[in-house]
């Protein structure tokens, strides 16, 4: 009956050749948007393990999607504050710093940070920000000195090294997965908002998109670039102890009302929170896709049963059981249901590697491909059942003389 139902999609090939691409684009959107949701998961809980144990310090009254901006770029605390708060004898010295955050340029999607954000931070606290990352090429710590006349340090993360690219005086090409990756090159010239930079190293993109996003320059020059020498946006604070963790913020909201203290704990809430409606609205898609494929099996398949009503009443005419009959029909529905999956499949790795570039190639998984293909095969077999039930129900005296 297999070969039977192959025979029959090979008859109408305009039409199977239609179905299996309407079944395949929606293997195609289940894919992506499955593998989109796990890549924000993903980056978004390696963004709050990066600040485990440290509080976030912004001014009150700005708040984003989940109740928390994040990163805090609008926010702005004076210096005279941010002294106070940082000099307290709770808080860890070397382990917290002074940080400007301004938007370069336009968020990827919408939950992520800006694809090139400005940092400002005090030399010889970088890893206060970067815990540890490495770079790729240069160094991730600001030179000791930067001379008279040279321009001050930049280091890089990959989607801001790529978005500078363009208008840097010197590219780089990195090989990745998805092709080379033209960058700006280390000890080449980047203009940051009419202030020229120099490239000081490439951090590692391995990390997560916080980083992957961030221009990483001194203090003083950042606030020379946003024209704000009395403020900062935000401080980032290391307790001496974990557990002076929260009565330190305590202390900090207490003594400085306009300002908001956040623990890792509640960036983590803010974070899920975030998620939990971002994959509400991706749920939707997903299941409407699972449904448009199973739809239109189970219309095509009515069709075909109505157009071959004479040709099933003959092969019951001649004795052929029920069952082969709905062996027949739902050998049909397999065939649309492979030949779509093995459209959708390549597709969803083009559209992957189109929309998320450098990290495409991590996140492309087997498990989601086969469970998309199974998920919208076996959906669409079950609404294959009504016309194939439909079809063993053919009355072979009336069906010989349907016209």
């Not at 106070?84 to 808080?91: G, K, L, M, T």
């Not at 860890?92 to 400005?118: I, M, N």
């Not at 004479?310 to 059981?321: D, N, S, V």
């Amino acid at each position: 009956m297999f070969t039977l139902a192959i025979q029959q999609l090979l008859t109408k090939k305009l039409r199977s050749a239609l179905t299996v691409l309407g079944f395949g684009v929606c293997v195609n959107l289940y894919i992506v948007v499955t593998t989109v949701m796990r890549f924000i998961t993903e980056d978004l809980d390696l963004q709050v393990q990066r600040f485990t144990g440290v509080l976030f310090v912004q001014s009150r009254g700005l708040t984003g999607l989940s109740g928390i901006e994040w990163p805090p770029i609008s926010s702005t605390i004076s210096m005279t504050e941010a002294n106070d708060v940082i000099s307290r004898p709770a808080v860890d010295q070397e382990r917290s710093t002074k940080v400007s955050f301004a938007a370069l340029a336009p968020p990827p999607y919408p939950t992520a940070p800006p694809e090139a954000l400005l940092v400002g931070i005090e030399p010889g606290k970088e890893d206060v920000f970067l815990n540890g990352a490495d770079a790729i090429a240069g160094r991730c710590r600001f030179p000791s000195q930067n001379g008279t006349g040279h321009a001050p340090p930049a280091i890089l993360g990959v989607l801001a090294a790529r978005h500078f690219a363009r208008a840097a005086t010197a590219t780089t090409e990195v090989p990745t997965p998805v092709g080379p990756l033209a960058l700006a090159a280390l000890g080449s010239r980047i203009v940051v908002r009419g202030t020229e930079f120099e490239v000081q190293g490439i951090i590692e993109p391995e990390t997560n998109q916080l980083l992957r996003s961030a221009v990483l320059v001194p203090l003083e020059d950042a606030q020379c670039v946003l024209q704000s020498p009395d403020s900062v946006t935000a401080l980032l604070v290391s307790p001496k102890r974990a557990s002076d963790i929260d009565p330190l913020q305590e202390v900090i909201e207490s003594e400085h009302e306009e300002l908001m203290v956040i623990s890792d704990r509640q960036l983590a809430e803010n974070a899920r929170k975030l998620l939990d409606r971002v994959n509400q609205l991706f749920d939707v898609v997903r299941w409407t896709s699972v449904s448009v494929a199973a739809l239109l099996i189970a219309i095509v398949m009515f069709v075909s049963v109505l157009e071959r009503t004479r040709e099933l009443g003959t092969l019951r005419a001649i004795g052929a059981p029920r069952r082969a009959l709905l062996s027949l029909i739902l050998s049909e529905s397999a065939g649309f249901a492979i030949a779509g999956s093995m459209v959708g499949v390549p597709m969803s790795r083009v559209v992957i590697s189109k929309a998320l570039g450098p990290d495409a190639a991590g996140l492309r998984s087997r498990e989601i491909e086969w469970g998309a293909a199974g998920i919208l095969s076996l959906c669409s077999m079950v609404a294959a059942l009504m016309p194939a039930w439909r079809a063993v129900q053919v009355d072979p005296i009336i069906a010989l003389r349907y016209e």
